[in-house]
Every structure is written in structure tokens, then in C-alpha cells.
């Protein structure tokens, strides 16, 4: 037993080793006890006081000795496990955001900045909210141009964004100022078609007179050269039953710069979007009275498409990295 070799100890077998042949059953202490029998009486308690002293010292000793040794085991071995994060790992690949999701940021930043509040309803729809309060009563062949999932009990996969339209104006009363960005579903599958996609619908709604068409080509204009950049906006006449007048909003060819091309149908001009003056029917169907407003609605893949020159809608979701490695 030596306390110089406790003190010099470096290795934790070692200091085991040195803590058997102390305290072990054939150690040092075990036999220094078992000398007692043979001490003088007199001097058997200060015998014992004294091993008992030694016995607390070496006790600590080993102990402290022992925890020196592991905190500097769990020190190296911290050391070798280390990560240097600041370190330059050239095959370190970052993700990025799916182009649709992407196009749908930039445009809800838009109207976000222009003081829209974003609303959100839900996928499983009623024929109410769905069609009905857009005034598109049953049987109504302008059904017709949206073909729907349909559940049992007049529900339905929302075909458009428009049911937020309805629920919004239900809950709130006017002013109203809002959009609506969301996934769709159509019984459609082709080029430019896939059975689930995403809308931006929009609604701003005010006193009667308040609203009106200029407004509505005002803030499309500003939206669309903010998309697309220096670009002429043409509104065309058209009809959808919950706007009146209606039209569909075509922006020149951002390939041909409008001389006409095969993405444009050499037209020059290429569709984004539809929109009008809400429709008293749907005011009625809401219980607004004296009001006017415009609502708009756009299909964020067709953005999506034009933006980054995509021909083919469905390569969107079929989650090819190869495709979407190009957007990072
Ligand atoms: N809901 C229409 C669709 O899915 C898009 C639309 C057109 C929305 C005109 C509107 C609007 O709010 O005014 O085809």
C-alpha cells in the first residue's frame, strides 16, 4: 500500500487494481484488522483509531483519484466525438422550397403587403358553400365546367378556392379584404391538368359603390407585373356565375414577348386569372345588404408553370429530384 502510486496512478484498471489490494478481501486493511487479536490490550484502541484514520484517508484518496481519471476519459472522448460545424463540407446538399409552395409565398407576400388577410376553409366541402351560395344552383350547366369529387350527403371535394369567399362573408361583416390560398380537386388528369392543385382566391368587399371594377383592375395590374415583371394585362370579358361582369385577365407572352409562340398559341397573350364584381346573388346568399366588391381567383401551378418555363403540369408532383434539384 503506497499513496505515491495512488497519486501517480493514470489509468482507472490501474487504480482499481491499487483499490483491491487496499480494500479488497485479501487487502491490506483486511489484514491489519486481523492483527488486532494479537495487540497488547492497552494499545488496541489506539491500534484501531489510528487504521481507522488511515482507512478515510486512503478511502478519499482513491476516490478523488478516481473521479480526476474519468472526467479526463469523458474530456478525450468528448474530444474525438467533437463536430467542427464551422467546418466547409462541399457534398453537404441543402433542400429547397417545392416551386408550387414557392410561387404561393410570393404571391401571398404580395397581398399580404397590401393589407389582405389570409382565410382558409376546409377540403371536404358542402354543396352550400361550394356551389350553391356562388349562385350556382343545382343543375345548373355552369356546374358542369368543374368535374367534382363528390362523398355521400352533398359533400364534395372543394373544386375551387370560392367556398372561402362564402364561409368568410358569413363570419364577418364587411369591409373585407381577403385571400384564400389552398388545395383543389378536379376529376382531371392531362398536360396541364392533375386531379389535386392550388388556388389563390381573393375578395375585397366595401359599402355600396365603394368598390368598384377600377379598383379590381388596379390592384390585378400591380399583382401581375409584380409576378411577372414589365408586362401588358389585358381584362377579356367572360362569365362565371358569382361575378358580374366577369372577366378572364391575360398577360403578353413572357416567352415571346408577345409576338406569338407556341406556349402563347401564337396569340401573344396568355391567361392567368379570372375575376369580376361579386354578383348579388352571392351577396343575398350571405345576407349582405348595400355592399359592393370584387373577388379573383388563379391556379398557383399555372404561375408556377410560367414562372420557371415547366410544359408539363403533372412533373410538379411526381416528386422527381432531378426536376427539383434545379430549384435550390
Ligand atoms: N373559382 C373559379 C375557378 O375555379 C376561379 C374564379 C374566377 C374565382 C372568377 C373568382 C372569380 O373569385 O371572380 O375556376
Known sequence: MDEKSI???NS???LEKLRVSIFGKKGYFVGQFAKMKTVADKEKKNFAQKLNKDKEYFLNLLNSKKMQLESQAIAIEMKKDRVDVTLFNSTSEAGALHPVM??????IEYFVSMNFSIEEGPLVEDDFHNFEALNLPKHHPARDM???????????????TSPVQIRTMLKTD????????GAVFRRDYDLTHTPMFHQVEGLVVGKSGEISF??????????????????????RPSFFPFTEPSTEVDISCIFCKGKGCRVCSHTGWLEVLGSGCVHENVFKAVNYKDVSGYAFGLGVERFAMLLHKIPDLRSLFEGDLRLLEQFR
Open 214 to 235: 377600377a379598383n379590381l383592375k388596379y390592384i390585378l395590374k400591380d399583382f401581375l407585373k409584380y409576378m411577372f415583371g414589365e408586362v401588358e394585362v389585358r381584362f
Open 12 to 14: 482507472l484498471s490501474e
Open 102 to 107: 414557392d410561387t404561393m409565398d410570393k404571391i
Open 146 to 160: 368543374q368535374d367534382t369529387f363528390y362523398f355521400e350527403d352533398n359533400m364534395l371535394l372543394r373544386t375551387h
Open 7 to 9: 497519486k501517480s496512478c
Open 174 to 181: 364587411p369591409p373585407i379584404r381577403m385571400i384564400c390560398p
